[in-house]
């Protein structure tokens, strides 16, 4: 069974905009991490944001926030005030117990002017 | 601090030919790992080290994939023979390997392109 699910294949956005990222997990350890990772042309991936199962609030780094819903399992990805260079691969990735990453298929954002 | 360093960054060979990879963690992380990606897919692990030794290689094909990490620092994996379907990005990650597995973030290169003809 898939690990980590990424129903959007591809997405636009305005600049300055606000755009969200659907991510959905299945798991069944009480103790994981979720992490989104940005992976632009280039091919490096790089971290973004993290959010710990026991964590009581979202997470924010900067422009990236964390919608978690551990009840639905669901933990999206909002860029606010999008840029150029924003566009880009975005995956989400689950970490449990074996501290293995496990991704899904991501979601291509392209910004326009 | 440096990040994961990886080379080369591009490499293309003729099937059945070897190919090897090389892989510099960031400084005191313990656990490194490779993984193969793809194109339009997300990357999938092919060996986990903590320290030297060897975590997790279960999805390793072993019959023409071979890895290793001496002195717990760099790391190199090799493809020998390559076959056509070998044609992805490999990426190495690290990561500092203590604490609860669920908070550690994993810090990748800038993966090598590889393309087999």
């Known amino acids: 069974a898939q690990k980590i699910t990424q129903t959007q294949p591809g997405m636009f956005v305005q600049e300055k905009e606000a755009v969200t990222l659907d991510c959905t997990y299945d798991?069944?350890?009480?103790?994981?991490?979720l992490f989104w990772y940005k992976q632009p042309s280039s091919g490096e991936m790089i971290f973004l944001i993290y959010?710990?199962?026991?964590?009581?609030q979202n997470a924010t780094e900067g422009r990236y926030s964390l919608n978690f819903q551990k009840a639905r399992k669901s933990a999206n990805l909002v860029i606010s005030a999008s840029q150029l260079g924003d566009s880009a691969m975005y995956f989400c990735?689950?970490?449990?117990?074996?501290?293995?990453?496990?991704f899904g298929a991501g979601t291509t954002v392209t910004v326009r002017a | 601090e440096a990040g994961v360093a990886q080379s080369p960054r591009y490499k293309i060979i003729e099937k059945r030919q070897s190919v090897a990879f090389w892989c510099n963690p960031i400084?005191?992380?313990?656990?490194l790992y490779w993984y193969q990606q793809i194109l339009g897919q997300g990357p999938k692990l092919l060996i986990q080290?903590?320290?030297?030794?060897?975590?997790?290689d279960s999805q390793l094909p072993k019959d023409r994939f071979s890895a290793e990490r001496l002195k717990g620092v760099d790391s190199t994996l090799k493809i020998q023979p390559a076959k056509l379907e070998d044609s992805a990005v490999y990426l190495c990650?690290?990561?500092?390997?203590?604490?609860?597995?669920?908070?550690?973030?994993?810090?990748f290169g800038p993966g090598t392109r590889l393309t087999v003809l």
């Open positions: 990650a690290s990561s500092r390997g203590s604490g609860r597995a669920g908070t550690d973030t994993q810090y």
């Open positions: 798991t069944s350890d009480p103790s994981y991490g």
């Open positions: 959010q710990g199962s026991y964590d009581q």
């Open positions: 990735a689950i970490v449990e117990n074996d501290y293995k990453l496990s």
């Open positions: 400084s005191g992380h313990a656990t």
């Open positions: 080290f903590q320290n030297n030794g060897v975590v997790d």
